[in-house]
């Protein structure tokens, strides 16, 4: 009995060709999205919280005033890129008059506060926060201190040439 022939031409054989010939485009299509899908992301600026080592590189705080009350200063963007949601802290350090025989009792505190942003490429934007009183205390004076300790920078995209024969103006 001869073998049967699985290489046989007619309808099947014709539906075999386009099926190879469909998995072979749809194959070519899946490589060419793979390909290009990483590009697509790419294309949207990233943001990121900077790490805590290149904050004096990012963002200064300057002008800092402490009244009863309130706290307030300005933030002074350094990149080229835009800041969100910066955390600051405010330390009241209690500096004993007689450091030799400090008291037990150090009212030395620390307030944390968000400004949220966004501040612009090389923008300044002043802050006020709420700060509690402090006590009044006859064995020592305070220090406040205001710092940064979080920080997230958003890269601002791109813009795209004005069309041809636009005349650009700049205020």
């Known amino acids: 009995m001869p073998a049967p022939c699985l290489a046989k031409r007619g309808r099947s054989g ?19 999205l793979g390909a290009l899908a990483p590009a697509a992301v790419d294309a949207e600026p990233r943001q990121q919280i900077v790490p805590p080592g290149r904050l004096d590189s990012v963002v200064r705080i300057r002008d800092v005033r402490v009244t009863d009350g309130e706290i307030s200063g300005t933030i002074v ?3 080229s890129d835009e800041l969100r949601d910066l955390r600051l802290r405010a330390r009241d350090v209690f500096l004993w008059r007689n450091e030799m025989r400090p008291g037990t009792d150090d009212p030395s505190r620390a307030e944390e506060f968000t ?16 700060h509690g009183p402090l006590p009044q205390r006859r064995d020592g004076d305070f220090s406040t201190t205001v710092e940064l300790t ?5 890269p601002v995209a791109a813009q795209a040439p004005p069309p041809v024969g636009t005349t650009v103006v700049t205020p």
């Open 115 to 130: 400004i949220a942003g966004p501040i612009p490429p090389g923008g300044a934007v002043p802050f006020t926060a709420p």
């Open 150 to 154: 979080s920080v997230t920078q958003q």
């Open 14 to 32: 014709t539906f075999l060709a386009a099926f190879h010939r469909m998995r072979k485009t749809s194959l070519l299509a899946i490589a060419l």
């Open 77 to 79: 963007n350094l990149t």
